[in-house]
């Protein structure tokens, strides 16, 4: 939409800025697939187009409604983006977004762009990792801040293959920069999902 939209109103690459989808329904108890989790993902995606920003809301959703009634901070994540990349201010415009990861023996090591001033937790230890072995089978991991690195495991997963976030239609996560902004929902695998099956 995004390409075509500049190719039609032929002005270049022009700004763009997007919402990614907010929390939303029931929380689940444990890991899951999720359709709303994969729906985040491609819009994660579409930063890769040149002149894009995406403002994510993963903390400000509501389970029974689908449009948040805090819009106050939709707009100052928005604001943010376009202060530094359209107007060229000095700001930190992004929560943490996943880089790479490194497997490390019985754990994870997860790099992220936009760390801002560092990686925090936000009120207490890291929620919303899960990790899993070649079975795909995810578990709730224990994760901690390491420098500006986050490390992922389980005593469940000899063996780690991959790491997800706030992969969920309601995800408990709490990554933040210490600009209070939070981290991307995102995962370390390209394993097929809910989405996959229906196309």
């Given amino acids: 939409m995004i390409t075509n939209w500049r190719q039609d109103w032929k002005t270049g690459e022009f700004p763009f800025l997007f919402v990614q989808l907010a929390n939303f329904m029931a929380v689940d108890a444990e890991p899951v697939e999720s359709a709303w989790a994969e729906l985040r993902e491609a819009q994660l995606m579409t930063l890769k187009l040149a002149n894009t920003g ?6 400000i959703g509501e389970a029974a409604d689908i449009h ?8 100052k994540r928005l604001g943010l983006w376009a202060l530094a990349r359209t107007y ?15 497997v490390e023996g019985n754990r994870i090591v997860l790099s992220f762009d936009h760390v801002g001033g ?8 890291l929620k919303g990792f899960a990790v899993a072995a070649a079975d795909r ?25 991959a ?11 709490n990554l933040y920069n210490s600009e ?20």
Avoid: H
């Avoid at 060229?88 to 490194?102: A, D, E, W």
């Avoid at 994760?143 to 997963?157: L, R």
């Avoid at 902004?181 to 999902?193: C, E």
């Fill in 54 to 59: 995406m403002a994510v809301i993963i903390d």
């Fill in 137 to 161: 089978k995810f578990v709730w991991a224990d994760a901690k801040i390491e420098g500006q690195t986050v490390v992922v495991g389980s005593d469940k997963v000899a063996e780690p293959a």
């Fill in 88 to 102: 060229g201010r000095q700001v930190v415009y992004s929560g943490p977004l996943y880089k790479s990861m490194k």
């Fill in 180 to 199: 209070v902004l939070p981290a991307s929902p995102f995962r370390t695998d390209d394993w097929p999902g809910v989405t996959a099956e229906s196309r």
């Fill in 118 to 125: 560092g990686l925090v937790a936000k009120d207490g230890g």
């Fill in 163 to 173: 790491v997800r976030y706030g992969w969920a239609n309601n995800p408990v996560c």
């Fill in 68 to 75: 948040p009634r805090n819009k106050q901070d939709v707009g």
